[in-house]
């Protein structure tokens, strides 16, 4: 009973929460800013567009590579939060953030920033999403201790490293509208 009281609790609290955040919902046909964006300002100011981009792909992600001189930015991938994470950034797309509640999306963001003939700036965003592909559930051991013939004593303990990346993603395409709203904030600093 406390169980089901508590999913009531977070699922009252995501639709609030959910309500509270309509202004930040995109619909695939309203989004109308063009990738890459062009910043209008002098070639002086590269150092300063170069740092707002890292700006705002910090509220996003964690930068794994960046290269003033030729206008790379790479980053880390990281877990897509689904809707029990509301206060973590994420695509705008409500499905999206759903199918993330209830699968393993992760999202790397590449950006590059090249020098326009007239003496502005091209920002180009590109995030990739991938979906994990398990072999079966992990820690799915609800039924299993029932069926098991033989009871055994010695345990077997999984020692998970961050650093190690066993599980295989299965590439999901371009997440168009992440790579949209981190295209207006970037233009919208400028």
Same mark, same amino acid.
């Given at each position: 009973? &406390? ?5 009531i609790?977070?699922?009252a609290?995501t639709?609030?929460?959910g309500?509270? $955040?309509?202004?930040?919902?995109v619909?695939?046909?309203e989004?109308c800013?063009? %990738? ?7 070639? #002086?100011?590269y ?5 707002k981009?890292?700006?705002?792909? %910090?509220?996003?992600f964690e930068?794994?590579?960046? %290269?003033?001189y030729?206008? &790379?930015?790479e980053?880390?991938? &990281? ?5 029990? $994470? ?6 705008p ?6 199918l993330a509640?209830? $699968?393993?999306?992760?999202?790397r ?12 700036f091209f920002? $180009? ?7 994990e #592909? ?15 013939g033989?009871?055994?004593v010695?345990?077997q303990?999984?020692?998970? #490293?961050p650093t190690?990346?066993? &599980? ?5 395409g371009?997440d168009?509208?992440?790579e949209?709203?981190?295209?207006q904030?970037?233009? %919208?600093?400028?």
């Amino acid at each position: 009973m &406390r169980r089901l009281r508590g999913m009531i609790y977070l699922a009252a609290l995501t639709v609030v929460l959910g309500l509270t $955040q309509t202004a930040s919902a995109v619909d695939p046909e309203e989004v109308c800013i063009e %990738n890459p964006v062009y910043i209008a300002l002098g070639p #002086d100011s590269y150092g300063m567009v170069f740092e707002k981009v890292i700006d705002v792909l %910090n509220e996003y992600f964690e930068i794994a590579y960046s %290269n003033r001189y030729d206008g &790379r930015i790479e980053t880390f991938p &990281r877990i897509a939060p689904g809707y029990e $994470q509301p206060w973590k950034p994420s695509t705008p797309s409500w499905y999206e953030r759903l199918l993330a509640t209830f $699968q393993t999306i992760r999202h790397r963001a590449f950006v590059l920033i090249q020098l326009a003939d007239d003496g502005g700036f091209f920002v $180009q965003v590109i995030v990739y999403k991938e979906l994990e #592909d398990l072999p079966r559930p992990l820690r799915s051991t609800a039924g299993a201790a029932i069926f098991r013939g033989s009871s055994t004593v010695d345990r077997q303990y999984e020692v998970i #490293d961050p650093t190690v990346f066993e &599980r295989a993603w299965i590439p999901m395409g371009r997440d168009h509208l992440l790579e949209h709203a981190i295209a207006q904030k970037i233009k %919208n600093c400028l």
